[in-house]
């Protein structure tokens, strides 16, 4: 069952603005592994956290860095989760991440699903 769902798009060259006038902001929003990608990857996984904080439907209190993703061995993209996301996570019922990133014109768009399962006190 679907607990919820979130898009979000980034335009790449605008995030490079805001990072290169406000340095620190890729330690505030991103893990160490992260930190080290290229803009448009960085603008891509901003894209995916907004998407999960919205298909949680934003709680207050989100710590971005307690979202992050990974890319598996064919790479495909894998919302991970701790702390203030895992706990919102857990309230809602969501047990799987389906996340998805795709990159034109510019823009870097993300889209996830959290799936729940059938039952939980939250349906």
Do not use: Y
Request: with cysteine; glycine share 8%.
């Amino acid at each position: 069952m679907i607990v919820g769902t979130g898009v979000d798009i980034v335009d790449i060259a605008r995030f490079e603005r805001q990072v290169a006038r406000t340095p620190r902001l890729v330690e505030r929003l991103f893990v160490p592994h992260e930190r080290e990608l290229p803009p448009r990857s960085l603008a891509a996984r901003f894209a995916v956290k907004e998407a999960a904080a919205k298909a949680l439907k934003a709680p207050p209190g989100m710590i971005w860095q307690d979202c992050w993703v990974t890319n598996d061995a064919d790479g495909a993209p894998h919302l991970h989760t701790t702390g203030t996301v895992a706990e919102e996570q857990r309230r809602r019922g969501v047990r799987t991440w389906h996340v998805t990133i795709s990159h034109d014109g510019g823009m870097a768009v993300a889209f996830v699903v959290a799936e729940g399962q059938e039952g939980h006190p939250h349906d």
